[in-house]
């Protein structure tokens, strides 16, 4: 294995129940199918489940739901982009701006509305780690902190500064600092290339920029 994060350093020796490894493969089937048309999405989602897996090991994050949610994570990745923009207007739902102006958010948001159906056995977590991958929120567990991360640096991606900088926090740093590092990265991403920025990620930002601030300052002394 490369050298290049520290979570691939991780042992993956993880002893899954016998019905989560029938699930997992039965997922993992279903994700090679779905995504066949589109074979670097595949290798990414699969790259993507290791990642989150070893984040999760090394965070003490439960394993089996950051593997399941890093390989359902871009379900939807092989929909056409008008199509998508559809089925999210007939989910209800409303980002505060025109949707085709956030296609590309879209998948994650779509398929943990409509992936419960499909895979019922899953909790509710999966689907919102699913969920908000795209686009962070301002309450993240730390099931949705792996997938974000895992997203991002999973080792098929190349190597920028910015990602090789989350890269090497892993392992050293809280999972928390792992995530704002990675978050704060990808909105520098959007705006160096001129991409449209969603104002819900702004204020994603002011949120968790004051929780941190607030954290900082530890405990309010009585008087």
Request: net charge negative.
């Amino acid at each position: 294995m490369s050298d290049r994060t520290n979570v691939e350093k991780t042992v993956r020796a993880v002893a899954y129940a016998p019905e989560q490894q029938d699930l997992l493969a039965r997922i993992e089937s279903a994700v090679r199918v779905q995504l066949a048309p589109k074979p670097k999405r595949l290798a990414h989602s699969l790259s993507v489940a290791d990642c989150c897996e070893g984040l999760a090991l090394t965070y003490g994050v439960d394993p089996f739901c950051a593997r399941v949610a890093g390989l359902l994570h871009d379900w939807d990745k092989v929909v056409p982009a008008g199509e998508l923009v559809s089925r999210a207007r007939d989910l209800g739902i409303d980002m505060g701006v025109d949707l085709e102006l956030v296609e590309p958010l879209l998948h994650g948001i779509v398929a943990a509305r409509e992936l419960p159906d499909v895979f019922p056995e899953l909790p509710r977590e999966v689907w919102r780690a699913v969920e908000v991958h795209t686009t962070a929120a301002a309450a993240m567990s730390p099931l949705d902190q792996a997938l974000f991360v895992a997203d991002g640096i999973e080792p098929l991606r190349p190597a920028t500064p910015g990602i090789q900088t989350v890269r090497e926090l892993v392992g050293k740093a809280p999972l928390e600092e792992v995530f704002w590092t990675s978050f704060v990265g990808g909105i520098t991403y959007v705006l160096e290339g001129g991409r449209y920025l969603y104002p819900g990620t702004i204020d994603t930002y002011n949120s968790l920029a004051a929780a941190r601030r607030n954290a900082s300052r530890g405990p309010a002394k009585s008087a």
